[in-house]
């Protein structure tokens, strides 16, 4: 029988779910977060179909997710047929999470970047550390992933005999 990932709590007791602002790490918030996920900017996303970026940003759209692809070297060109857009900025919709494919030092300038524009929660890739930056999205009340890569956790997730479900 498939778990309900909405409804599961976190190990320490709190209410799952992106309302609860914190570093993301059981895999009752994983599912929580992904529940509420409908539209995923990837940050760096990659046209070289061997690059990983460009991997984790076709799981997305495999999932269902409204995945928006973002990177200003190829701005104005299509990835799966989604144009690519220049910055967060340039993104219309509600954003519930950006999923991050740039060196970790980019990511305090990226935090600045995103923080105005309301995102939902914030997903830094397998090495991707910047420990101020992640500090600064913590203290703005912005959920965050760290070190992770959905395509890994999501399998996991349905291994272990969860229903992982996305913007319900």
């Not at 190990?11 to 993301?24: A, C, D, E």
């Not at 600064?136 to 272990?160: F, H, N, Q, T, Y």
């Amino acid at each position: 029988m498939a778990l309900r990932g909405v409804e599961l709590l976190s190990k320490s007791g709190n209410q799952p779910g992106p309302t609860h602002k914190m570093r993301i790490e059981t895999d009752g918030e994983l599912l929580a977060l992904f529940a509420s996920v409908k539209t995923v900017a990837v940050v760096g996303v990659s046209a070289t179909k061997t690059r990983a970026s460009y991997g984790v940003f076709e799981f997305w759209c495999k999932q269902g997710v409204h995945a928006i692809p973002v990177n200003p070297k190829l701005a104005g060109q299509k990835i799966l047929d989604r144009v690519v857009v220049s910055c967060l900025a340039d993104i219309s919709e509600t954003i519930d999470l950006v999923d991050v494919f740039r060196a970790s030092e980019h990511l305090p300038a990226l935090v600045e970047e995103l923080l105005p524009v309301g995102v939902g929660a914030l997903w830094t890739q397998l090495e991707v550390r910047h420990p101020q930056a992640e500090e600064r999205v913590l203290s703005a009340g912005m959920p965050l992933v760290v070190d992770r890569c959905p395509a890994i956790e999501v399998p996991r997730l349905r291994k272990l005999g969860y229903e992982v479900l996305f913007g319900c």
